[in-house]
């Protein structure tokens, strides 16, 4: 419980706003290295060497969709907060938006998906498309596909109601026009708050009705991005587990970025008045939540795919299961499950924000290994197949990728971090004048 009753005599009029020159050189420092690297790694993609562009396309993928998942984290704990009518949030509602407010800049970093040399790399089916078509966008694909002997093509054109390319880039748009509109539109509704005379409830009412139905533009997002860009790596695999997969690691790794940034504040004199251990033990409970949630889906997904025993499922499992990819794997078990859950039933500890945030690093490192998992293994079987004459017989790794993996990851973590504190500066850090903060602040659980 909080150590006095917070009223609004102890509320900045104005709010409080970060106001630092070690924080501008580390976002200037972080947007300077992004530029640099993104340069280079545009380099890599289009101006390499068949050998190198086909490698990187996989560390671009890795590290685009690693922290596409915490921005798209932050529009969902923002609309969450919204729809429930959360009352403890409200003191941390702006750090969810923020976070959330990095989303649209995803897109970016996500350009290099929309042509076609990187796509031949990542997406076989796209290019088995262009093939039999002839055309960049598959134009007359459909029907030569189904005039097809070869049984890929078949069941290519058994699924070309979703697996056609124009309908790809249409879905591309949407993921990021859609809810971008969305984000933007709640941050703006809850920053116009923070100058209003008279803020009054109306803008919540808003902001609730309006996170109701935009609910299912993030589930289409982050479910269908997963299935376009991670799934269709192989495009004879599926799981109908994997966009809930995808979302319980999404929420569990953004509510660790909001739990590490809430703490950073803290500890440089910012919202104290507003934030207190009953907020972080609140936010170390949802941590533990989704940590029990995404092993839950984990397992149901692969006890189904074990139990089916369906060439087309268990492929995924296999590949990594060979080679030093199954170390990765049984660490993924024990790393991403059994070590957080133990801790993170320690209340003392989530009241804590220094200890609790060091549990979200670790969070997030499992995080980087389980999406490594999802990408880089398909690496070496697609190079192997698009490029045997380079590569061979390489079954389990490609000598030297993991450098440009590195490159790509901070490439794209340095712009995130740059966006992110971007976000962070440009309005206030909590919605001083909502009139649910001193609830928020007096909160006890």
């Known amino acids: 419980m909080a150590s006095h009753i917070v009223t609004s005599a102890d ?13 501008d050189k580390i976002k200037m420092l972080a947007g300077g290295l992004s530029a640099i690297l993104t340069l280079v790694s545009f380099f ?61 800049y995803m897109f970016i970093f996500a350009i290099p998906l929309l042509f076609p040399s990187v796509q031949q790399y990542l997406w076989e089916w796209m290019t ?3 093939e039999v078509s002839g055309s960049v966008f598959g134009a007359g694909a459909k ?13 290519l054109y058994l699924k070309y109601w979703y697996v056609s390319i124009p309908f790809w880039y249409i879905r591309f748009a949407f993921y990021f026009v859609g809810l971008s509109l969305v984000i933007r539109g709640l941050r703006k509704l809850s920053v116009a708050q923070d100058s209003d005379p008279n803020p009054g409830t109306s803008r919540l009412y808003r902001a609730r009705f309006h996170s109701t139905y935009t609910l299912i533009i993030f589930a289409i997002t982050i479910t269908f991005a997963g299935f376009d860009w991670l ?13 809930v997969y995808l979302f319980a690691g999404s929420a569990l790794n953004s509510m660790a970025v909001i739990i590490i940034t809430c703490t950073l504040l803290t500890q440089a004199g910012y919202m104290k008045k507003v934030v207190t251990p009953e907020h972080f033990h609140i936010k170390g409970k949802l941590l533990l939540a989704f940590t029990i949630f995404w ?21 995924y499992f296999l590949i990594r299961n060979t080679g030093g990819w199954n170390t990765g794997m049984i660490a993924l078990v024990f790393g991403h499950f059994v070590v957080p859950f133990v801790i993170l039933l320690q209340a ?17 490192l499992m995080h980087i290994l389980d999406h490594y998992l999802i990408v880089v293994p398909e690496r070496s079987i697609s190079l192997m197949n698009i490029l045997p004459d380079i590569y061979g017989d390489v079954t389990t790794t490609v000598p030297g990728a ?44």
């Open 402 to 445: 993991f450098w440009g993996d590195a490159l790509a990851f901070v490439a794209v973590g340095s712009g995130f971090v740059f966006f992110y504190l971007r976000a962070l500066g440009q309005n206030n850090l909590y919605p001083n004048r909502d009139p649910r903060l001193l609830e928020s602040a007096n909160v006890s659980n």
């Open 295 to 315: 092993a839950y889906v984990s397992f149901s997904q692969f006890f189904l795919i074990w139990y089916a025993n369906i060439t087309e499922e268990t492929k």
């Open 348 to 364: 003392w500890l989530k009241r804590t924000p220094k200890l609790l945030s060091i549990m979200c690093v670790y969070t997030l």
């Open 11 to 23: 509320v900045p009029v104005d709010g409080e706003r970060l106001k630092s020159s070690k924080i």
């Open 128 to 130: 088995m498309h262009r």
């Open 231 to 243: 799934m269709a790596l192989d495009y004879t695999w599926f799981s109908t587990m994997w966009g």
């Open 44 to 104: 890599l993609l289009f101006g390499a060497g068949e050998a190198i562009s086909g490698s990187f396309a996989y560390s671009w993928l890795f590290a685009l969709f690693f922290f596409f998942t915490l921005a798209v984290g932050g529009c969902f704990w923002t609309l969450l907060h919204n729809v429930s009518n959360s009352g403890w949030g409200t003191s941390v509602r702006r750090v969810m938006e923020n976070l959330g407010s990095v989303y649209p």
């Open 143 to 155: 029907e030569a596909l189904h005039h097809s002997h070869d049984p890929h093509h078949h069941l």
